[in-house]
């Protein structure tokens, strides 16, 4: 536990770039996109099933290079959600493709290339997506709130109340106590929040934390199952006490375009 704690504190810095948000939040997306992929195709490494590392890497560069072409207001008649689908094929163009040239790679390195850039290039995007809405969004706290809140809350609550397993076979030490534990501070977290920064938005942050931690909890999960069949216990060992930046994000990289679409749909009642 205490490991834990130090890591936490290590880890606090990183919150201000979420406050500057902005271009600083777009290489903090970035950086949490270009090492998770490094981590996770690693992980497939241990499978060996080998990405074609240029090509996947390529593709994740050149999402954000689209968003950025789309920030800096170059796109002209072309909306995000154009650059997106374009981008969406090009890469899967170029990751089935591979699988037809390079003998090394084959079709499950390019499947294991296709789930790396939409779970982590795409997923972890949305952190700068969900600031990117109505200009400094406040909302795009809620992703770390829902997130770590989630972590910390069932953390706690399974060290201090957890009797009944929730997943053995994933995670053997997470238990049903501590998973409603992390909903209920979820919910706690983000509605603090709400009733300091933006109040009237205090049922709807508190529902979003309500249904936004499931979905922290089931990426963290699926992280891992994957790690279950990767036959390894951690993704790295960058942060003491978390592993890797996969290890640590996870249910960030799943909950961030979940919050970002409860605003688009429900919150703005439009899209990008």
Known sequence: MKTRIISAIFMAPLLLLVWLG?????????????????????????????????????CAALLYLLVLICALGKTGSLSLSDLISFWVMISVVLCLADSLIEKDHGILGSMAALTGLLYIAFGSLHLYLTERLGGHNPFVWLIMLCAWGTDVFAYFGGFFLGKHKLCPNLSPKKTVEGAVSGVLGSMLCCGIFAAAVIPSWIMECVLIGLIASPVAQCGDLIASAFKRKMGIKDYGSLIPGHGGIMDRFDSVILTAPFIYYCCVFFVYGSTL
Request: with cysteine; net charge negative.
């Open 22 to 58: 902005g271009y600083p939040l777009f290489a903090f997306s970035a950086l949490i996109c270009f090492m998770g992929l490094f981590e996770f195709f690693r992980g497939f490494d241990a499978m060996d099933v080998h990405v074609n590392r240029p090509i996947a890497y390529g």
